[in-house]
């Protein structure tokens, strides 16, 4: 932006760079990519990196290559690994923990006192496994992408520890390009499977391997270098394990259809293991218990005993990629597993990186196969076994209804939670993947009308042990597991459905823990997960503190060992951003000096402008006031309405952040900078602070704070349009904060889909309130996040009579009726009428009765008074809007005759000269 002088007879500009436009919208216009990147905390922090394109940080955080989560964190030009750390020991310290005692567990005789000695033990440890490890062939099924295939065999190369054989299915090609590729790599097996279809390379694979274990992978996937050593880790603990599938994250996110796959549900599944196992002796059923396979992973990183497929069968070509099924051939198999009676584990450890399309029109594709490829798994296993079919239909049922139909239907309810081509893009494939696997047989019949021998079309299930069937369901083995020896094996455990174990530490006991193993083998693997679970901080010998107090012991060393510089530490804002402060006043002289005074001792070097909005200039109180400051701007609004005045003071403004406050607040020195601290990160478009009491000297003033007052607690928080959507009911907006304490990014007035405060709410109107709720409604909406902070507090002056109180609580409610109102008209918001019809007359009924009861002393006529004020509600928002039609609305331009103080303005929001003016505190200086 180039600067440009405006003189005016207040002062001189003084130009700094606005804010970057944010960028929201992360589908179209506004889209930034998203930056990929690993983070192990056991290994020194990197050096920060100059990041300019990217919008976030999406960071896999590790615990000795383990991944244990994920943060995401925004992005102003540089990466820096300390914050995300920090940030991963805030959001992440129970699986940071976890992880560490799992590894204390059976490895040290000495029962850690202290944190430091738990993190020694942790770190020290060799993880290394003593059981045998099997070999294992990697099999890529590729077909004419030659390009993606080499991405992925690079990974593949770099393997540690390599795996023991990498076959490249090549199936049914169109050129020669992927056989050239492969044969100019060492080490890597070329094969050749003639019939397209991506299940029969896979059958194909299975024939060629020569390893014990079969892996599958995709040649859009970037596998991680401890991929396969997880894979043969986890087989050697779970002896009894068919099947193993792994995480899978995203590569990369450089396009909006990239972050709308993983915001559709993506292929990550977790980042705890898990193990799954059928009691079919005692009545359980594979379908019923876990027909939904798709939670235990993807195709994309699946690996398998090869024995299992003597026992239950190939692959079924009729599904999955190549036919018209397009999917399900790796759910099938899943299923076939748990079915037979076996073991599957989910491996987070095991983890690789998957390209998502880049394109929306194959993003559309791919979801619609989703739908397509589910329902022909379902399809297939009726068909093929009779004896589940009643099952399987009401899985299809409960799946059409309660995902399909369901989320296309919020897709139409409220849009923007959930993308609606996408969720009808599966609808539709659902409905056709009730039809094609017929067909899908047919053509796989016709390539070899053999391929039905190979396939366990109906399979009995492996008989269950004659212990396991005699044994009734409700018999339980008994254990003993002392921490300070090494761990073994439960040996009785393949004979009981469960087992409690009681966990001891050099004899002293420390509870019991029952496991749920099905008559599976539990090893030392699974025995670590459970008792870690289960302990928690208990396996650090501190009697003489409390859980809570060891627990807070233990999250310091993290900070101080992994995350560097204290988290808490105070980091201000950039000083060439300009504030301006809007503060709306009507008739009242008194607390409008108390609050001028406290704002112009604000200790700030960046430039401030402060613009008083007479809401009342005919009374003349206001003038006289804002004369004895002299670097205060006063500007006339004779439509009477807070939000009215708070629009006139944003056209006025010239600062990058608009603070809103009110005459009754006053301030702490250190208040801006605070406040418009949290703005670094480029996402927050608003920022609120705490609102204390300034004074608690009368009856109305305690019961106004039992009534919830103005503060919204200590705690700093982040939300956004994922915190905005995830709510049934409505948005608790509320609860953010209020517009006595708040500042805004000034470029979200201009946007289209947010606006100025809507000037039917707020006090001056009959709806009395909640203009600041629907300004923060419609910002997180956009796609914005809002910050809490509650350093940046304030003192507010409650009414101090009891008639002024009634009148105020009468007045909330009613504005608070009329926002839920109003994001049902002018939103389409279904679920304000929950909030209206249902939980609010709980909540005044379950306050009445408190009340009767003696369990409360909130007077019974001000819950009256706010019964009153929502019946009101309605009828308030009908005779504001008509007093907002007569008018007319903020955005109208202002007249110079009725306001010769203000800024001329031409079209939205100060797109020519109010942007570029800074005018009332000197830069560079701090004000007595």
Known sequence: MTE?????????????????????????????????????????????????????????????????????????????????????????????????????????????????????????????????????????????????????????????????????????????????LVRQRVGIRYVCESRPGLDWARNRAIHEAI???????DDDVIADALWVGALKRTFAEFPEAMAVTGLVLPYELETPAQLQFEEYGGFGRGFERRVFRVDQAHGERAVRQHGGTGKFGTGANMAFRKTVFSEIGMFDPALDVGTVTNGGGDLDMFLRVLRAGHTLVYEPAALVRHRHRRERAALLRQIANNGVGFYAYLVRNALARPGDALDICRLARWWFWHWELKRAALSILQPGRIDRELSFAELTGAIRGLVRYRRARRDALAIDPTAAQHVAGAIRPRAAAPSAAAMPCSATGVACVDLARPIEPIAVADRYRRVCALITWDGDPLGSLTIENRYAPIGVARLRDEIAAFLGTRVVDREDVTASTAWCELVAPLRRRFAGANANGFEPLAEDLTVSIVLPTRNRPNDLERCLASLTRQQTRRPVEIIVVDNDPDSGETPPVVARFPHVRLIREWRKGLSYARNAGILASTGNIIVATDDDVTTPPHWIERLVAPFRDSTVAIVTGNVLPAELETPSQHLFESYGGLGRGFERRRVDVEWFWQFRGAVPTWHLGATANAAFRASIFTDDRIGVFDEALGAGMPTGCSEDTYLFYRTLRAGYAIAYEPSAFVWHRHRRDMRSLRRQIYNYAKGHAAYHLTTLTRDGDWRALARLLFHLPKIYRERIEERLRGRSDYPLRCILFEMLGTLVGPFALMRARRIVRRLGPSLGPLSPERDADAVPLEGKMSENAARELVVALPPHSTRP
């Open 211 to 217: 390893g014990d274990v079969v892996a599958f992978t």
């Open 4 to 180: 440009a002088a405006i003189q005016l007879d207040r002062g001189t500009k003084v130009v700094a760079d606005p804010f970057l436009e944010m960028k929201t919208d992360r589908y179209t216009t506004y889209f930034r990519p998203v930056l990929i990147r690993d983070i192990d905390l056991t290994c020194p922090p990197r050096p920060p990196e100059v990041v300019e394109r990217y919008g976030a940080v999406r960071a896999t955080i590790r615990v000795r290559g383990v991944p244990v989560g994920e943060v995401t964190l925004p992005l102003a030009g540089v990466f820096d690994e300390t914050a995300a750390r920090r940030a991963a020991i805030d959001r992440l310290v129970w699986p940071l923990l976890r992880g560490l005692i799992r590894h204390v567990i059976g490895t040290t005789t000495c029962r850690p006192r202290t944190a430091d000695g738990l993190l020694d033990a942790a770190l020290s440890t060799d993880d290394a496994s003593t059981a045998a490890l099997p070999t294992v062939t990697v099999a890529v099924c590729t077909r004419d992408r030659a390009e993606d295939l080499a991405r992925a065999l690079d990974a593949l190369e770099a393997l540690q520890p390599r795996p023991d054989e990498i076959l490249v299915v090549d199936n049914a090609p169109k050129t020669t390009a992927t056989r050239d």
